[in-house]
């Protein structure tokens, strides 16, 4: 049952595509399966957590090949986490997607990509070989590569053209570390990979191959300075597709680099680490300064991805089990919050016919329940009490202090208050000054309230969102167990390591 529970990350959407895909010109019918789909990733995720939980690590070897020879999937409490934290997406978008992609892009195939995405992402998180982890990124990649394009709009294109570009440089990287890693190791297990590199005598080379990682991943991740290409590209897709990327595509670049420099280039942390604590204080300042300085609703808190990107990298380089703590449960709240707000930016789109801040007003006087939806997830990116933020970052500068990096604390706080600046904009422009033309009113005709907004699929997701971020904050205690238990698994790399080696289960 272990083994059937780790292999359906992979297995479940893939099967959800290939169905849908035979549904090609029944489009409702299409949408009830991608929901039952959705559903479905959301509980193995939840599935996979508690097993991980009550069991321990996982690890199935395909086709009962030993490790390190075959491919291994191997399931630890932040692995789980994630795919977890892929379902919760899945599933809200699996909603949303009813209303707000056009029938256009649902006919040429958007249910079908979306599910392919989510086997790739969840192929990445349960990897246990380095050069199936490079796989499941092309299977992601290819797949958010069509998505950005469906539709054939010119500002798509261009977009799609940095992303994909940008991208093929991190898949060389990628590709080129790990031909590096084979050579040195003569294994792709990685745990086996973790075992070898810890008596290899050459620790300068280590380093060099760990930079290449580093480059790959940044560049995934949307690191400074490897972020320019994500603000250029992510406001271009409908809404529905931005949102699925910003929760969840960066992070796979994260969780990429929290994997790598936990489990095996850990020979050299005075350097390798210093290196990280830099780019995540730039990360986090260029990110807040870009979004304080735009307009558009989209390009804004899409440079808030880069921005909160840097608080995880912050919890990495401290590389203490309470900062890996906290980045793990940033990471979670960041998916949580930023695809929420998101989504209520593409139904302010759709009530006013822009992201535009200067040309958009008064929208909280005409929808109330809105402003309420973008209000809660906006106070919890700034890390405002007690919202799911709040103690993310608590956990990170209680971390901080414990090892005395003063420096990257004081970047996080003014981040903060930037970040509390730049969503108080977004308050200011779009939701308390004077109303604009209502895109969807009739001239003479009132405004509708939300709380009778004719479309219950744009409206739901938020809600359920809302409601995640708000249970985090105020019973916080259950979601520190479970990121705790994630960083001990990771602070000692010999269980995982242990389980892999030790044979099938």
């Known amino acids: 049952m272990n083994n059937l529970i780790l292999v359906a990350p992979i297995l479940w959407p893939l099967a959800t595509a290939i169905i849908v895909t035979i549904f090609w010109f029944r489009r409702s019918v299409q949408s009830a399966l991608n929901f039952v789909g959705a559903t479905g990733l959301l509980f193995i995720g939840i599935m996979l957590v508690r097993m991980v939980w009550l069991d321990g690590i996982q690890s199935v070897q395909i086709g009962s090949w030993p490790a390190p020879y075959g491919i291994t999937l191997v399931a630890d409490m932040f692995s789980a986490i994630m795919v977890l934290m892929a379902g919760l997406t899945a599933f809200v978008m699996a909603i949303y997607s009813v209303a707000s992609i056009d029938k256009r892009r649902k006919q040429f195939g958007y249910y079908s990509l979306v599910n392919t995405l989510f086997m790739g992402v969840c192929g990445a998180f349960i990897t246990g070989d380095i050069f199936n982890m490079y796989v499941w990124f092309e299977v992601m990649l290819i797949s958010s590569f069509v998505l950005l394009t469906l539709g054939g709009e010119t500002r798509q294109i261009e977009g799609t053209f940095k992303y994909v570009t940008i991208n093929l440089i991190s898949s060389a990287f990628f590709l080129a570390g790990v031909g590096f890693i084979y050579g040195m190791t003569g294994t792709l297990n990685m745990a086996d990979i973790a075992v070898k590199l810890s008596l290899y005598e050459n620790q300068g080379l280590i380093t060099v191959v760990a930079m290449l990682f580093l480059i790959a991943f940044g560049i995934k991740a949307a690191v400074f300075p490897l972020f320019f290409w994500l603000p250029a590209s992510y406001h271009t897709p409908p809404i529905a597709i931005t949102a699925i990327f910003a929760g969840l595509l960066s992070k796979v670049g994260v969780y990429s680099l929290i994997r790598v420099f936990t489990l095996f280039f850990i020979g050299n942390i005075g350097f390798t680490h210093t290196l990280l604590m830099i780019i995540a204080g730039f990360t986090m300042v260029v990110g807040v300064l870009g979004a304080a300085a735009q307009y558009e609703m989209r390009r804004l808190l899409s440079l808030h991805i880069i921005s909160q990107i840097g608080y995880m990298i912050m919890g990495l380089a401290i590389f203490t089990p309470l900062a890996l703590a906290g980045a793990i449960l940033h990471i979670a709240h960041n998916m949580i919050v930023k695809t929420n707000l998101f989504l209520v930016s593409g139904v302010i789109s759709k009530l006013r016919g822009s992201y535009n801040l200067k040309i958009l007003g008064g929208i909280s006087n005409a929808y109330p329940l809105l402003g309420t939806l973008f209000m809660i997830p906006a106070l919890s990116l700034a890390g405002m009490p007690p919202l799911s933020g709040f103690w993310s ?110 044979g099938s289960l």
Do not use: H
């Open 393 to 502: 970052k608590l956990l990170l500068i209680k971390a901080g202090f414990e090892a005395q990096q003063y420096a990257i604390i004081a970047v996080s706080l003014v981040v903060s208050l930037l970040t509390l600046y730049s969503m108080t904009k977004i308050w200011n422009y779009a939701f308390w000054k004077d109303a604009a033309p209502c895109k969807t009113a009739k001239p003479g005709e009132p405004e509708k309230n939300l709380f009778s907004f004719p479309n219950v699929y744009l409206l739901v997701p938020m809600i359920l969102l809302t409601l995640v971020s708000i249970t985090i904050g105020f019973f916080p205690e259950p979601f520190f167990l479970a990121v705790n238990r994630a960083a001990e698994d990771l602070m000692n790399p010999q269980n995982y390591i242990n389980v892999v080696l030790g």
